[in-house]
């Protein structure tokens, strides 16, 4: 293919190994062979394939030369200490030879071989000495059991990628692939080529030892050259620097886009809290990327598909959808397919109904999705019009049309004439050969084959948009809230009446109660507070009361009070043997329009995470729920309880009152700085329910579990 019109001018000598490792000047391959069909042969046939402009020294001393190349015996030799070295060889020899090559001046390095962490013990134990030996000399090391490197605007290719003689480097680009999976990177990287992505890097992590995920954003977000990021993730092990490098793409307006898999359900260490069970990782998972503008990718179709629309940044939507297609059939399955997704296909307004009547009569429907009609295609300027309307439309963010073949390339300047004088995103389907797809494109329209893979893509891509101002919102508020407070201890396990009392310091509202060492005291208090009464056990081991029968509601005279205290003891003796029992905990009861459950949990990853669902005994059954990652504000509660199916039953369902959401959201807020202030040995705050009333909200149950 020839080599680039200039060699690459080498790093000055203040360049970090990050930038040595991603974009280097020189490249040595320790293990190099002569076969370009071998490990250690296929990247150096890439370089030479390709047109490299930096140096290349193969190392091995059976061979003075190979690939056209000079060969050296071994590193010493080297005329230069180069930018990045790459080890073709055992995992026995790779540390020896690390060590070698540090000494000769080389500050970034590329492990291909397995045989580490992901083997067996010795493996875990050789993985060990390789962080050591990094975290002591400070070189960049990649791996290992990778497939390693690629930087395709410059063509140092250090990857042992077959695909890439497939899908060669051509012209620039700027979307960064990175990937924990060796065989995902080859994956989506042929998808993303076919798809149109033109990408500028190709990262395999490997087994992560010395550099991790979030160490490569941290480059890419800076990196002139990176305008998106696109990746395959199983596992994060610096939650914190992740949140922190993608709060810096958000700021940098570049577009972050992750498939993360191995999202299982949290295990049973926090199975006596049911928000343990609602807030497994997956949904955790999911809730950060959404507040931190990460769009979350399925499949690496989906991927590629999400990173093709974002290369069209200079073009704005959003989730409110106006369908323009040539088929009334096509239109409605459009509409269908956009509303199932969670997109929005609002009816038009009636002026800009009429409009499109007196402008183009042929119009087959006009409330949205608009049938334009085959016949429209034969009068010249009526298509612009059309789109131009919908445009103008401030109840429309997104103009979808769909168009075959010739159809599409009649109307095609008119659709690009639209897009540009109105700056809106129109995203074109044509399921036929158009000739001016590439046209399209250029101009800012995407254009996609396939309705299905459109509206998949657009509906990511469309609220990724809306949630700005959230996500700016949310930005805000850790960065006023800090940290959580390295707090003084609090007393280890906690029973009812204690974790409200924690909790209502934080300014959580809990209801009127008062702990009781026997029935007859229990009637004592009950006559104090106020009947009719609620009454439960009190034991730091039982969180699910109701199960072991340790609960009586309603009770309304001193005998009651006296009669169940003792069956809820004797009930607990019988059911929870070996617990610890403090005795019965007496409420004044309390009456609402809606429970709620309110839970807080600390994922390994991203930290202190709230769950806000419908609660009560039917909290798991429904598994109506939302997820944030705190802190959270009343802003925030709000939004989270507008997202739950049940949210109709806060807001005056079928004559019943509505509840007093601002106390409601209060509460919620009052619940995260519970959570912030609590010390780092509380694992799971859950207040269930939480008693939506017409005025005012009330913590009715309240459980805190620690380490």
Same mark, same amino acid.
């Not at 995470?609 to 109506?624: H, S």
């Not at 509460?667 to 269930?688: F, K, M, Q």
């Given at each position: 293919m020839?080599k680039?019109?200039a060699?690459?001018a080498p790093?000055?000598?203040?360049?970090?190994?990050?930038q040595?490792?991603?974009?280097p000047?020189?490249?040595?391959f320790?293990?190099?062979?002569?076969?370009?069909?071998? $490990?250690g042969?296929?990247?150096?046939?890439?370089?030479?394939d390709f047109?490299y402009g930096g140096?290349?020294?193969?190392?091995?001393p059976?061979?003075?030369?190979?690939?056209?190349?000079?060969c050296?015996?071994?590193?010493e030799?080297?005329p230069?200490?180069p930018?990045?070295?790459?080890?073709?060889?055992?995992?026995e020899?790779v540390?020896?030879t690390l060590?070698r090559?540090?000494?000769r001046?080389?500050?970034?390095?590329?492990v291909?071989a397995?045989?580490?962490a992901?083997a067996d013990?010795a493996g875990?134990?050789?993985q060990q000495?390789l962080?050591?030996f990094a975290?002591?000399?400070g070189?960049?090391?990649c791996?290992?059991?990778c497939?390693?490197?690629a930087?395709l605007?410059?063509?140092a290719?250090?990857?042992?990628?077959?695909? $890439?003689?497939?899908?060669?480097? !051509?012209?620039?680009?700027h979307?960064?692939?990175?990937?924990?999976?060796?065989?995902?990177?080859?994956v989506?990287y042929g998808a993303?080529?076919?798809?149109?992505?033109?990408f500028?890097?190709?990262?395999?992590?490997?087994?992560?030892?010395?550099?991790?995920?979030?160490?490569y954003?941290?480059?890419l977000v800076d990196d002139?050259?990176t305008?998106c990021?696109?990746?395959?993730l199983?596992?994060?092990?610096?939650?914190?620097?992740f949140v922190? &490098?993608a709060?810096?793409?958000?700021?940098?307006?570049?577009?972050l886009i992750?498939?993360? !898999?191995?999202?299982?359900?949290?295990?049973s260490a926090a199975a006596m809290s049911?928000?343990?069970?609602l807030?497994g990782n997956?949904?955790?998972?999911r809730?950060?990327f959404r507040q931190?503008g990460?769009?979350?990718?399925?499949d690496?179709?989906?991927?590629?598909d999400l990173a093709y629309?974002? !290369?069209f940044?200079g073009r704005r939507?959003g989730?409110?959808?106006? &369908?323009?297609?040539?088929?009334?059939?096509m239109?409605g399955l $459009?509409t269908?397919l956009l509303?199932?997704s969670g997109?929005?296909v609002?009816?038009l307004?009636?002026?800009l109904?009429?409009?499109?009547r007196d402008t183009?009569?042929?119009? #087959?429907?006009v409330?949205?999705?608009i049938d334009?009609?085959?016949?429209?295609?034969?009068?010249?300027?009526i298509a612009?019009k059309v789109f131009?309307?919908l445009?103008?439309?401030?109840?429309?963010?997104t103009?979808l049309?769909y168009?075959?073949g010739y159809l599409?390339d009649r109307?095609?300047?008119e659709?690009?004439e639209?897009?540009r004088v109105?700056?809106r995103?129109?995203?074109?389907?044509?399921?036929?050969?158009?000739r001016?797809?590439?046209?399209?494109?250029a101009a800012g329209?995407p254009?996609f084959?396939?309705?299905?893979?459109?509206?998949a893509?657009?509906?990511?891509?469309l609220?990724?948009f809306e949630m700005?101002?959230s996500?700016?919102h949310?930005?805000r508020?850790r960065?006023?809230?800090?940290?959580?407070?390295?707090?003084?201890?609090?007393?280890?396990?906690?029973?009812?009446?204690?974790?409200?009392?924690?909790?209502a310091?934080?300014g959580?509202?809990?209801?009127?109660e008062?702990p009781?060492?026997?029935p007859?005291q229990a009637?004592?208090?009950?006559q104090q507070?106020?009947?009719? &009464?609620?009454?439960k056990v009190?034991?730091?081991d039982?969180a699910?009361?109701?199960?072991i029968g340790?609960v009586r509601l309603?009770?309304?005279?001193p005998a009651?009070?006296r009669?169940?205290?003792?069956?809820v003891l004797?009930?607990?003796?019988?059911?929870?043997?070996?617990?610890?029992?403090? #005795?019965?905990?007496v409420q004044?009861?309390?009456?609402?329009i809606c429970?709620?459950?309110?839970?807080?949990t600390?994922?390994?990853?991203?930290?202190?995470?709230?769950?806000?669902?419908?609660g009560g005994?039917f909290?798991?059954v429904?598994?109506d729920?939302?997820?944030r990652v705190?802190?959270?504000d009343?802003?925030?509660?709000r939004?989270m309880l507008e997202?739950l199916?049940g949210f109709?039953?806060?807001t005056?369902?079928?004559g019943?009152?509505?509840?007093? $959401?601002?106390a409601?959201?209060?509460a919620?807020?009052?619940i !995260?700085?519970?959570?912030?202030?609590l010390?780092?040995? &509380?694992t799971d705050i859950e207040?269930n329910?939480?008693?939506a009333?017409?005025?005012g909200a009330?913590?009715?149950?309240?459980?805190?579990?620690q380490r």
């Amino acid at each position: 293919m020839g080599k680039p019109e200039a060699v690459l001018a080498p790093h000055p000598p203040h360049a970090t190994p990050m930038q040595r490792l991603l974009d280097p000047r020189s490249i040595a391959f320790i293990g190099a062979s002569a076969d370009p069909k071998r $490990l250690g042969g296929i990247a150096i046939d890439h370089l030479v394939d390709f047109g490299y402009g930096g140096a290349v020294y193969p190392v091995n001393p059976k061979y003075p030369q190979m690939h056209g190349l000079v060969c050296y015996p071994d590193v010493e030799s080297l005329p230069q200490a180069p930018d990045l070295v790459v080890l073709a060889i055992g995992a026995e020899a790779v540390l020896p030879t690390l060590r070698r090559c540090h000494e000769r001046g080389i500050r970034a390095a590329i492990v291909y071989a397995a045989g580490f962490a992901e083997a067996d013990e010795a493996g875990v134990a050789r993985q060990q000495e390789l962080v050591e030996f990094a975290n002591e000399t400070g070189m960049a090391v990649c791996g290992p059991n990778c497939m390693g490197l690629a930087n395709l605007n410059t063509r140092a290719i250090s990857a042992f990628a077959t695909l $890439l003689k497939d899908y060669p480097p !051509s012209e620039p680009g700027h979307v960064a692939l990175l990937t924990q999976s060796g065989n995902m990177c080859a994956v989506i990287y042929g998808a993303g080529r076919d798809r149109g992505v033109r990408f500028n890097q190709f990262i395999n992590t490997g087994n992560e030892a010395c550099l991790e995920f979030a160490q490569y954003l941290d480059y890419l977000v800076d990196d002139p050259q990176t305008h998106c990021a696109i990746g395959y993730l199983e596992g994060l092990r610096d939650g914190e620097r992740f949140v922190a &490098v993608a709060e810096r793409f958000r700021q940098a307006g570049k577009p972050l886009i992750l498939i993360k !898999s191995g999202e299982t359900e949290q295990g049973s260490a926090a199975a006596m809290s049911h928000t343990a069970s609602l807030a497994g990782n997956q949904a955790v998972n999911r809730a950060a990327f959404r507040q931190l503008g990460i769009m979350q990718a399925r499949d690496p179709g989906h991927l590629v598909d999400l990173a093709y629309l974002a !290369s069209f940044g200079g073009r704005r939507g959003g989730r409110r959808v106006a &369908v323009a297609s040539i088929s009334g059939a096509m239109g409605g399955l $459009l509409t269908d397919l956009l509303v199932d997704s969670g997109l929005q296909v609002p009816p038009l307004a009636a002026h800009l109904q009429q409009r499109l009547r007196d402008t183009a009569p042929e119009l #087959g429907m006009v409330g949205n999705p608009i049938d334009l009609t085959a016949n429209l295609y034969n009068r010249e300027g009526i298509a612009g019009k059309v789109f131009g309307a919908l445009a103008d439309d401030d109840g429309v963010d997104t103009v979808l049309v769909y168009g075959t073949g010739y159809l599409l390339d009649r109307i095609a300047q008119e659709l690009i004439e639209a897009s540009r004088v109105s700056g809106r995103l129109f995203i074109a389907i044509d399921t036929g050969r158009a000739r001016s797809r590439g046209e399209l494109e250029a101009a800012g329209v995407p254009v996609f084959t396939d309705a299905a893979r459109a509206v998949a893509a657009m509906a990511v891509y469309l609220p990724w948009f809306e949630m700005a101002d959230s996500r700016e919102h949310w930005a805000r508020l850790r960065q006023a809230s800090g940290s959580p407070q390295a707090a003084q201890a609090i007393p280890r396990r906690l029973d009812e009446c204690e974790a409200k009392r924690l909790l209502a310091a934080h300014g959580v509202p809990v209801c009127d109660e008062l702990p009781a060492g026997n029935p007859e005291q229990a009637a004592q208090l009950a006559q104090q507070l106020g009947y009719p &009464v609620a009454l439960k056990v009190l034991s730091p081991d039982i969180a699910h009361k109701t199960e072991i029968g340790g609960v009586r509601l309603r009770l309304g005279d001193p005998a009651a009070v006296r009669a169940a205290s003792q069956e809820v003891l004797d009930n607990a003796a019988r059911n929870a043997p070996g617990s610890e029992v403090r #005795g019965v905990l007496v409420q004044r009861m309390e009456s609402g329009i809606c429970e709620l459950i309110v839970g807080v949990t600390r994922d390994p990853v991203f930290g202190l995470a709230m769950t806000v669902g419908l609660g009560g005994v039917f909290t798991e059954v429904f598994r109506d729920a939302a997820h944030r990652v705190l802190p959270v504000d009343e802003r925030m509660a709000r939004e989270m309880l507008e997202e739950l199916r049940g949210f109709r039953l806060l807001t005056g369902y079928r004559g019943q009152p509505p509840a007093d $959401l601002d106390a409601v959201c209060g509460a919620i807020a009052a619940i !995260s700085r519970a959570a912030y202030a609590l010390p780092e040995d &509380v694992t799971d705050i859950e207040v269930n329910p939480l008693l939506a009333k017409a005025q005012g909200a009330v913590a009715l149950d309240a459980l805190i579990l620690q380490r």
